[in-house]
């Protein structure tokens, strides 16, 4: 089984622009959370979406969006930029079924940096 | 809210020894998830171990063992016969049971294992 992907590696913005990042989880897994990872903040919780509807959320500004397709694949979009946005994002997915005793199974993450 | 402390930021072991990675955490949930993941240089989480809080039992993974205090609040990880391979980030963290969703995991600040020839 293909694992977690995210794309792209590294992404590069200037602030004010926005970005938008891929996730596509592992087959079958119908959820999709988002962290970032920050030498600061460390791992923080952005939000999690199942079947198409964001179940939870973390504590972020308006600014951090995303949303699920049908098949599963998540983007996440964060809009005007700041430099503090510059961080690792992880994507994890998980079947996400009323049992979570499911473990995250997480991608490689994406590095955006903002100049 | 859950908070999860690790308090070494880095620790170093030679090869084949064994070594300790300690964390402590916070909640007032009865029912809930302990995990430790690795993270090498590539990125990716990995997960290493997990600890589910009803079970007395200590969780085990080949070199890689639990010390679950549950009254203590301590969860530390034991790796025995340390390998070059084990050089990474390794966090703790905690996931409440029974919410309807699987993903939300409080980390802590990680601790960098080096491990040494």
């Known amino acids: 089984k293909a694992g977690v992907t995210q794309t792209p590696r590294y992404l590069i913005k200037t602030r004010g622009q926005q970005v938008t990042l891929s996730c596509s989880p592992i087959s079958g897994h119908r959820s999709v959370s988002w962290y970032q990872q920050t030498p600061g903040q460390g791992l923080q919780f952005l939000f999690e979406y199942f079947s198409e509807t964001q179940r939870n959320k973390g504590n972020f500004p308006g600014r951090f969006s995303g949303r699920q397709f049908s098949n599963s694949r998540s983007e996440m979009n964060v809009s005007t930029l700041e430099l503090g946005d510059s961080a690792l994002y992880l994507c994890?997915?998980?079947?996400?079924?009323?049992?979570?005793?499911?473990?995250?199974?997480f991608g490689n993450g994406t590095r955006l940096t903002v100049t | 809210a859950q908070t999860v402390t690790q308090s070494q930021p880095e620790m170093s072991v030679q090869e084949a020894e064994t070594v300790t990675l300690s964390c402590t955490y916070d909640t007032s949930e009865s029912n809930y998830y302990l995990f430790w993941y690795k993270q090498p240089p590539s990125r990716q989480m990995i997960l290493v171990i997990r600890?589910?809080?009803?079970?007395?039992q200590n969780a085990t993974e080949n070199r890689f063992s639990v010390n679950f205090q549950k009254a203590a609040k301590s969860f530390s990880l034991k790796i025995s016969d340390s390998q070059l391979g084990d050089t990474a980030m390794y966090f703790c963290?905690?996931?409440?049971?029974?919410?309807?969703?699987?993903?939300?995991?409080?980390f802590g600040t990680g601790t960098r294992l080096q491990v040494t020839l």
């Open positions: 994890a997915s998980s079947p996400g079924t009323g049992n979570n005793n499911s473990p995250l199974h």
């Open positions: 963290a905690f996931m409440r049971a029974n919410t309807g969703t699987a993903s939300k995991l409080t």
């Open positions: 600890q589910e809080a009803y079970k007395q």
